[in-house]
């Protein structure tokens, strides 16, 4: 007898994770031994409440392919997280729901939050007998999921913040006689993936940004204001790129000179303004014309600088999970591992979800420079390949054309 | 004899300034009339030290027609304002410079200081038997140049607004579930034209953005409050999009309220954006859910949401500069006219540089709705038209090439 299948999406949202979920979507619809794909709305926390839609509907309207070039999560997404205690009743009632809609398999695409719910509900079934299979499908623009290359959302997102980071150079440098900062200040708490991107965007050597911060590197301001200035000795137009995670070496996040902060539901520090405070700073130590710029939320949903490379990955990681499903893996999230050999070449896989939820993957020390200002060619050669590509996004009277629940 | 011309920028950037500088130098180049055409470096300001080259350059090295979709201004701009007195002795200087390089006309692409450059020099010419032409060719995102129907640069700027709050407001209607409020600040110190343009953002109606607010309508905080109080029963995530220039009725910008907020380490006044000041405003008196966006300099430097039927305006406004100037004509700025009837066309021509140069052309209040936060129909159907068509921007190893003075 044929089973049904459920996709749901979680935590904040990338350019492509929909991209994932039209994989889970098309390779569900066409299998012979899939009856039903049933979409969660607002993930686990909206299907506790009932929420959820069937998926054939896309098909049948023929919006099913705009899906790929819609950023956002078409499903709606939630921050819940389970409890830690397996025998609270949430379980057993989630489980009971599953029943109820005769689901084989359950596909969770999302971060490092979503890959503990997956590994929550995997280990209830063990222990519980249950032989429905949980996958994780990960996506995060913070590329920070271990046992993976990288994540799909990254590649999308780094090109969006090298070709943005290159626009804002060229438009810092038309005053080029006379002297200024631009201070960039990109998403990433712990992890600089993202900062470290823009050294992409670099036409020639010594172009912006001259500077590069992660927060991998304790962030030392006396050394930051004499860097600058030397910078400044070389060229009159400064761009300089910091995580909004840089921290001093007690800990300290730059942006907590700055303002207060508050803390999201998972108690993660809410960041903002290390961009701010350092322009202030260097206005102040340096005297120079200085303007802070942050990137903001377009990092995460700009259709404008969708990587083709990024976007088939996370089409295929939708597809391969839901393969794995059908031969009967569980408690697994989908990885990629990159070829040996000159042309990039990236091959899915699968690893333990339980050794990826509560780790968090950093630049590695050795890609960025002694000096802490800059990254390494392994990083960019590492990176150049996950930003290849363009996607031509549908248009409807000269705006991108996006698919949205009604 | 064949003589020179001469072309220089001035003023912001924007995404098509370099389109007006290829329609300058592709028909002066292949004009039999024109022997060779000089770029000012750092527009007038860079031209009095001597700074300009041959454009000759970018033919011979066959990166001219990278000029088109490159953002920013590739001869450098200035922010220099020519003397109120025509007896200044600078203008001496000027015209021996012209004389010097056997100039016939100078182009000055740019906004109302620009414009009032090129009225200064033509009045010069004028009184002093120079038969030097002098045509300004208008370039700002802001839209605010009277006399003519819109500006090049407007259309991109505001296609790159109307798809970023497309984006901004899936990103916010991913947590569906929860109330929230997403201010989006844009730039427009006095005119709300790009503001505006968010308007067309919205994929149905009801959409976001739900509320709209220019610096042309004084700005309300307790009727802000109501507005998004009453908007929230209607639908949980809002997208509100301000002006960077909103005001209240003494003529206060909000954003001057800002400074009250906080202080840093230095005990400096944290100098915030009015987008900021709201966030905190809604987050204090609505208690609820907020995040502010500031779209920043990538209004006017985005390369990936160049408008075609901008573009090719921009280049247009350029080689039909260099045509009137031919024809003899000076003091003047090219227009654009559009035409009446159902489908969009507009026809280039000519205006008086001096009655353009000190006024400013704001949303009418007509194009405004009687509460004023939204605008209307009219507004929509004005500005549609404009940011109609894609321009496929050249690549080099994932990211846009861009053209750079060496």
């Known amino acids: 007898m044929k089973k049904n299948i459920l996709v749901g999406q979680s935590g904040g949202p990338t350019a492509v994770i929909n991209g994932s979920l039209y994989g889970v979507v098309t390779r569900g619809l066409e299998s012979p031994d899939i009856h039903k794909v049933y979409g969660m709305i607002n993930g686990i926390e909206g299907f506790l409440n009932g929420r959820m839609m069937d998926m054939a509907a896309l098909e049948e309207d023929g919006t099913l392919p705009l899906l790929k070039t819609t950023p956002g999560a078409y499903l709606g997404s939630c921050r819940y997280k389970l409890p830690e205690d397996l025998s609270d009743p949430v379980y057993p009632e989630l489980f009971a729901r599953f029943a109820d809609l005769d689901i084989q398999a359950v596909f969770y695409i999302g971060g490092n939050d979503s890959m503990d719910t997956v590994s929550k509900l995997s280990r209830y079934a063990a222990s519980h007998d249950s032989d429905i299979r949980f996958i994780g499908i990960p996506k995060t623009i913070d590329n920070d999921l271990v046992l993976t290359d990288h994540t799909p959302g990254f590649g999308s997102a780094a090109k969006y913040v090298a070709s943005t980071v290159r626009e804002i150079g060229v438009d810092a440098s038309v005053y080029d006689n006379k002297p200024s900062v631009t201070i960039v200040e990109i998403m990433g708490r712990h992890a600089g993936w993202l900062t470290a991107a823009s050294a992409l ?130 408690g697994v999230m989908i990885t990629f591992e990159r070829q040996e050999g000159s042309s990039y070449q990236m091959v899915p896989g699968t690893a333990d979800v339980n050794q990826i939820c509560n780790e968090e993957k950093v630049v590695p020390a050795g890609w960025i420079t002694p000096d802490g200002c800059d990254v390494t060619e392994s990083f960019l050669n590492y990176a150049r390949p996950l930003i290849q590509g363009q996607v031509e996004v549908p248009q409807e009277d000269g705006l991108p054309h996006f698919i949205y629940r009604k």
């Open 201 to 330: 965007a670099r036409k020639f050597e010594g172009d912006n940004p001259v500077l590069i911060y992660l927060p991998e590197t304790a962030f030392d301001q006396e050394r930051f204001l004499s860097q600058t200035r030397e910078a400044l000795k070389k060229k009159n137009n400064l761009v300089i790129c910091i995580s909004e995670g840089i921290h001093d070496a007690d800990g300290t996040f730059i942006c907590e000179y700055a303002s207060e902060v508050g803390t999201d539901t998972f108690g993660h520090k809410m960041l903002t303004g290390s961009g701010k405070y350092l322009e202030n700073l260097v206005k102040e130590k340096l005297g120079i014309k200085v303007r802070s710029v942050e990137l903001n939320v377009s990092q995460r949903c700009s259709s404008a600088c969708l990587s083709r490379t990024d976007l088939e990955e996370a089409v295929r990681a939708g597809s391969f999970a839901l393969d794995c499903a059908m031969e009967g893996k569980t």
